[in-house]
C-alpha cells in the first residue's frame, strides 16, 4: 500500500538549532515526492520537490530510496520556518498525490 | 495573494443536503486540484482536472463530483453531505498537468460546516 509517514507531529527546537523534519514512505514504484508548507494564517504552498533536488529558503530534502525516506532539512532553524510540513507523494501507476499527517515545526527564540 | 479564487469562504449546511463550491484558478493555469483538510482525515487530494479532463483521482468519495468548465473553472459538488464531511475545501491550480511537478498554487479555501 503507498503510505507517507511523518512520524512527529511536533517538532519544537530553539532559533539557529538544525532541523530534521522526517519523512518515510511505501511504495513499490519509482517515487515521486514533495515537502509543502502551510504558514499560520496563510495558503498552503510547495516548498520542495525531490525532482528539483533545490534549495527553498535554506532547506534541502534528498531521497533516499534505500531507506524509503525524505527527510527535510535545514542547518540553521529561523523563528519564521515555524509552521505545518507536509511530505506527499504522487504514485503515478495511480494517479494519486498522498499525504502524511503533517509536522508542526515550532521554532523559539 | 496566489490569483486563486474560491467562493464561498464558508458554508454552512444541514445533513442530507447538496453543495457545490466553486474555484476560479491562476489566469493561464489548466490544471485545477481539489483538496480536503479536516481534523480526522488529515489532508486528502481530492481530485485533478486537467484542460477539461480528469486526470488524477485520490480519496474522493462517490457522494462527491467535479468538473472542470471550457473558461477552466472549476465546482465541486458535494451531495448527501454528513457531519464528517465538515472539513476544509481547498483547490489548487498548475500551468501543467501530467503530473505533481509543476507547482501548485493554493486557494483560501472554503469552509464547510455540517450540522
Known amino acids: 500500500a503507498q503510505r507517507v509517514t511523518q512520524p512527529e507531529k511536533l517538532l519544537s527546537v530553539f532559533k539557529g538549532a538544525p532541523v530534521e523534519l522526517k519523512c518515510n514512505y511505501s511504495y513499490s514504484g519509482s517515487p515521486e515526492l514533495f515537502w509543502y508548507v502551510q504558514y499560520s494564517r496563510q495558503r498552503l504552498q510547495l516548498l520542495l520537490r525531490?525532482?528539483s533536488r533545490e534549495s527553498i529558503k535554506g532547506f534541502t530534502a534528498d531521497l533516499n530510496k534505500g531507506e524509503t525516506s525524505f527527510h527535510l532539512k535545514k542547518p540553521f532553524a529561523q523563528e519564521e520556518d515555524s509552521a505545518m510540513y507536509y511530505c506527499a507523494l504522487f504514485s503515478g501507476g495511480y494517479n494519486k498525490l498522498i499525504f502524511g499527517a503533517g509536522t508542526r515545526l515550532a521554532v523559539h527564540p | 495573494d496566489s490569483g486563486v479564487t474560491q467562493t464561498p469562504k464558508h458554508l454552512i449546511t444541514a445533513t442530507g443536503q447538496r453543495v457545490t463550491l466553486r474555484c476560479s484558478p491562476r489566469s493561464g493555469d489548466l490544471s485545477v486540484y481539489w483538496y480536503q483538510q479536516s481534523l480526522d482525515q488529515g489532508l486528502q487530494f481530492l481530485i485533478q482536472?486537467?484542460?477539461?479532463?480528469?486526470?488524477a483521482k485520490g480519496n474522493i468519495l462517490e457522494r462527491f463530483s467535479a468538473q472542470q468548465f471550457p473558461d477552466l473553472h472549476s465546482e465541486l459538488n458535494l451531495s448527501s453531505l454528513e457531519l464528517g464531511d465538515s472539513a476544509l475545501y481547498f483547490c489548487?491550480?498548475?500551468?501543467?498537468?501530467?503530473?505533481?511537478?509543476?507547482?501548485?498554487?493554493f486557494g483560501p479555501g472554503t469552509r464547510l460546516t455540517v450540522t
Open positions: 489548487a491550480s498548475s500551468v501543467g498537468g501530467s503530473d505533481f511537478s509543476y507547482e501548485q498554487y
Open positions: 525531490h525532482i
Open positions: 482536472y486537467y484542460n477539461g479532463e480528469e486526470r
